[in-house]
């Protein structure tokens, strides 16, 4: 499942409801007090069962008494099973809303001195007509008088099962009549399609931007406690065996020790007896982080603590979504540039896109830094504004958006930025960077994009949307040079689909664009780099071959899984060829040297690119 809009109504300054959306990765801007923490804290108490709004977090002005978080979500369960023999569909049961998303309701009496959930509710697209709007709140006999009392002809169904009486109920319904309902899930089968669907509800981790820092915070200590008990699993019959010996020998001299106050004082003898308290393992072992110098996590800087502790978030995320079988995971992390270097900064966001663009992940940010919003696709920039009477509204993908944002944060225009880069892709910019670098070190006059970028003179974007780097620069009229490269995606010698967009793009002021020779990067790496990179991955290929794809099969193929590739679920293998592409972008790029690439790209395409960037750049420096 995965998060498509949060709406909030009377939770802290969010009095009127306020919508949301969520993409892959999502940015909240605005200034201090906006509201940007209430919607994460708002997230963070619907995921976590155990969690409830504080006393004073009902709006001062709303209904105290309806304090509610909703969120929508897509990618739904094709199937619930309510019991061994009973399955049945959310569509089937009329529990999707106008938009064909599941849109669950917690509600909270925020008027107590301690809140507490009313009810849980979902609103969907719902029968309403006489004696056929209540169904999913029946118990068996009475669904099953319903039917009977309707006239509803069950002959041809089990009856036992709840689901197909209520389908045969409805079917019989010449007009349900059809509108917005809100059902409560506590009840009967609408309360086990509920527990189901709690199984399916993707992780949410948050990481406060005023949290604590030591190695001894929860979460630095949960994942290396996992990692711990881990450990001692696999070394179980071991420790059970010292366990026993231990026991043993101690009670052997226990058991003497009695007899020789037996012999001085036969009262005291019996009242003691050797009791044995087998040992809490988990709890022996006390993990600290230190450097080569012993110096301790809590010793260091704020900024490296900090970098620390978000990295030991993301393995603690990772592992409630493993060990809750979740098919997806939200990362949610407030102001994660609190304390770090802009370097730092830089390898956050690409750690946070890459996670974004992993299947099932969803990353949600808050920040008030240029530098994170600045290269950030403008369609996943929310702006969150404050209106005079106290009321917020949201700016999402639009120019106005942006504006905001850019006045918001301070973003003006780079004038160390030379040339905007524009790719398809980051695993296209992951390619660049790794091959640019390794040409550097064997012709200096080809431009290393990595140390470029590092030091803000060229700015990767996916064409998919302009980031809001990109934007600033461009009105403002700097006339910097853009340079797209776009993949020819041929699958045999020819014309590219793609040909008359790249002409057009050209015939734009300051716009260079080209196209691969081959299908696209990946067909520019040798299959020795990418053997020498995961020698299960042996594979030959041609101009026009999908690279990624046979690598994913010939992974898989190497792997234990009884599983054939063809017999994959199409999920399944868009996964496993997205893995590919990333690694084959990071991992098998290192693996190239100028011999190999000259062997795959003789007419030497890569070099004619970075030739190009590098005289544009010139041109840009000398003012032409």
Known sequence: MKLVRVKIRNFRCYKDKFSLDIGDITALVGK???????????????????????????NKDGDKKDVRIICEFSEL???????????????GEYLLNEDENLEIHKVYDGSLKTPK????????????????????????????????????????????VNAQVRCAIWEATDDLVLQSTEIPLDAEDAKKIWEQLKKELPPFSLFKSDRTSTDQDDEAQDPMKAAVAEALKSKEAELEEISKHVQQEVEAIAHKTVEKIREMDA??????????????????????????????????????????????FRAKAEQKASEGNAPGIIYAVEEPETSQHPNNQRMLMDAFADLADEPNRQVILSTHTPMLARTLP???????????????????GDEKTISLVANALGVLADHDVKIFIGVEGRNDINFLRGISRILHESDVTLPDLYDLEDKGQIIFFPMGGANLALWASRTRHLNIPEFYIQDSDLTVAGTSPHQQEVNDTNNKPNCTAVLTEKREMENYLHHDAIKKARPVADIQFGDFDDVPLLTAKAIHEASESNARWDDLPEDKKGKKVSQAKKWLNTEAVEKMIPELLAERDPDEDVKSWLTKIAELMNDQSDGV
């Open 32 to 58: 201090n007090d906006a509201g940007k923490s209430a919607i994460m804290d708002a997230l963070a108490i619907f995921f976590d069962e155990k969690a409830k709004p504080d006393a004073d977090d009902a």
């Open 378 to 396: 403008a369609d996943s920039l929310r702006y969150v504004e404050v209106q005079d009477d106290g009321g917020r509204i949201i700016h999402a």
């Open 117 to 160: 959930l009313k009810g849980v509710f979902a609103v969907a697209n719902h029968p309403s007509a006489k004696n056929v709007g209540d169904l999913l709140t029946l118990k068996k006999a009475d669904l099953k008088t319903r039917a009977e009392t309707l006239s509803v002809d069950t002959s041809g169904i089990d009856n036992r």
């Open 267 to 312: 009262t005291l003898a019996s009242e003691l007896k050797p009791r044995f308290q087998p040992p809490s393992w988990k709890n022996v072992f006390k993990i600290s982080l230190t450097d080569d110098d012993q110096i301790s996590m809590n010793k260091r800087g704020s900024g490296v603590r900090r970098l620390i502790l978000l990295n030991f």
């Open 77 to 91: 369960p094709s199937n619930i099973v309510l019991d061994v023999s009973n399955t049945t569909t959310l569509s």
